[in-house]
T-cell receptor, first 109, second 114 residues
Framework: SQQGEEDPQALSIQEGENATMNCSYKTSINNLQWYRQNSGRGLVHLIL?????REKHSGRLRVTLDTSKKSSSLLITASRAADTASYFCATGDDYKLSFGAGTTVTVRA | NAGVTQTPKFQVLKTGQSMTLQCAQD?????MYWYRQDPGMGLRLIYY???????DKGEVPNGYNVSRLNKREFSLRLESAAPSQTSVYFC?????????????FGPGTRLTVT
């Protein structure tokens, strides 16, 4: 079964706006990762946040982690058409990662 | 540096046929994975190999077998394909040391079973 669950399932925004998506998970974690998948392609790693971190930035991406609520959020600021993709959170243990079903983000020009 | 490569990119099989999906990585990673992705389902782990010489079942192993041929290569075999195995298959690799690190994914194999 999937450990993480993203919310919302789909998101449509105007270019230049911010996009926020959330991930909830069930068990304690060492870290949480976010991946992007462009249509028809493999997943690409975006950012990893460790359980002792609360916030992490990478370019236009901001990730937060709240271990007490077992949740994480991914914020994409000043969105671009190229940000149109599906975004997945993933948590891991015992050599395996479990992925959520993803949030599909559409950025309108 | 090619990263993770997969062959073939597309395949159509008839029910009952067999095939092997190939995966290779050139990053000297110790762990390799096979996932399937169905619409709206996210990725589900089929089999993985934590290190050369070991393989383990994932979430959906039925109907599949794997071989970790060496450190670079990890193949997935469908012995008798069924329509339920129509999916996109992704191979991934990572260097798993003290906890999970980022996984690197191949471009995928789109398999249709008729």
């Amino acid at each position: 079964s999937q450990q993480g669950e993203e919310d919302p399932q789909a998101l449509s925004i105007q270019e230049g706006e911010n996009a926020t998506m959330n991930c909830s998970y069930k068990t304690s974690i060492n870290n949480l990762q976010w991946y992007r998948q462009n249509s028809g392609r493999g997943l690409v790693h975006l950012i990893l946040i460790r359980s002792n971190e609360r916030e992490k930035h990478s370019g236009r991406l901001r990730v937060t982690l709240d271990t007490s609520k077992k949740s994480s959020s991914l914020l994409i600021t000043a969105s671009r058409a190229a940000d149109t993709a599906s975004y997945f959170c993933a948590t891991g243990d015992d050599y395996k990662l479990s992925f959520g079903a993803g949030t599909t983000v559409t950025v309108r020009a | 540096n090619a990263g993770v490569t997969q062959t073939p990119k597309f395949q159509v099989l008839k029910t009952g046929q067999s095939m092997t999906l190939q995966c290779a990585q050139d990053m000297n990673h110790n762990s390799m994975y096979w996932y399937r992705q169905d619409p709206g389902m996210g990725l589900r782990l089929i089999y993985y190999s934590a290190s050369e010489g070991t393989t383990d079942k994932g979430e959906v192993p039925n109907g599949y077998n794997v071989s970790r041929l060496n450190k670079r290569e990890f193949s997935l075999r469908l012995e008798s394909a069924a329509p339920s195995q129509t999916s996109v298959y992704f191979c991934a690799s990572t260097q798993w040391a003290q906890g999970p690190y980022e996984q690197y994914f191949g471009p995928g194999t789109r398999l249709t079973v008729t």
